[in-house]
T-cell receptor, first 114, second 109 residues
Framework: ETGVTQTPRHLVMGMTNKKSLKCEQHLGHNAMYWYKQSAKKPLELMFVYNFKEQTENNSVPSRFSPECPNSSHLFLHLHTLQPEDSALYLC?????????????FGPGTRLTVL | GQNIDQPTEMTATEGAIVQINCTYQ??????LFWYQQHAGEAPTFLSY??LDGLEEKGRFSSFLSRSKGYSYLLLKELQMKDSASYLC??????????WGAGTKLIIKP
């Protein structure tokens, strides 16, 4: 059983919909990450939170909005997405603020935008 | 620019040995990670190398040469369950993880 869970596992949405992805980590970690994984492309880091504070936003379009209410939960709010946003969205966590800490991934949400 | 190169796909036979190479050009170096990702599942941590040399962990070993910007993941006694993608990632001087696109390993009986 992975220490990082994500819901939903699969999501299909239209371009005008609003939805949210949820991530929860049960590892006592303090840093959480959102990644986008497209077929045959490297993982793309989207957002990083350390101790609930956003520390990185890698030029992600505003149609993606993260939220970190506490160090165990991370959300990604989605609105007016485009078909090219279809991908696997992975959440990860690591022990502390040091980026050399090993990241542990959730199973991902497979998102399809119609 | 920063770049991680690894083969797109490799095929090997059950019981054999396979070596997956990774070369990198990054601004600084703070370690190299290997992850395994089965189709539809989360990437799982395999190894972390920050010093030159070979690190052995059961059937899996990881090698690093910082001077050559090169690493490999060696898988011995291949099993069907080793069919997966293997992701190489390098941490640069800003502690950013730079990811390769992954190598899909296909194991045949």
């Amino acid at each position: 059983e992975t220490g990082v869970t994500q819901t939903p596992r699969h999501l299909v949405m239209g371009m005008t919909n609003k939805k949210s992805l949820k991530c929860e980590q049960h590892l006592g970690h303090n840093a959480m990450y959102w990644y986008k994984q497209s077929a045959k492309k490297p993982l793309e880091l989207m957002f990083v939170y350390n101790f609930k504070e956003q520390t990185e936003n890698n030029s992600v379009p505003s149609r993606f909005s993260p939220e970190c209410p506490n160090s165990s939960h991370l959300f990604l709010h989605l609105h007016t997405l485009q078909p090219e946003d279809s991908a696997l969205y992975l959440c990860a966590s690591s022990q502390g603020a040091s980026h050399t800490d090993t990241q542990y991934f959730g199973p991902g949400t497979r998102l399809t935008v119609l | 620019g920063q770049n991680i190169d690894q083969p797109t796909e490799m095929t090997a036979t059950e019981g054999a040995i396979v070596q997956i190479n990774c070369t990198y050009q990054t601004s600084g170096f703070n370690g190299l990670f290997w992850y395994q990702q089965h189709a539809g599942e989360a990437p799982t941590f395999l190894s972390y190398n920050v010093l030159d040399g070979l690190e052995e962990k059961g059937r899996f070993s990881s090698f690093l040469s910082r001077s050559k910007g090169y690493s490999y993941l060696l898988l011995k006694e291949l099993q069907m369950k080793d069919s997966a993608s293997y992701l190489c990632a390098v941490m640069d001087s800003n502690y950013q993880l730079i990811w390769g696109a992954g190598t899909k390993l296909i194991i045949k009986p």
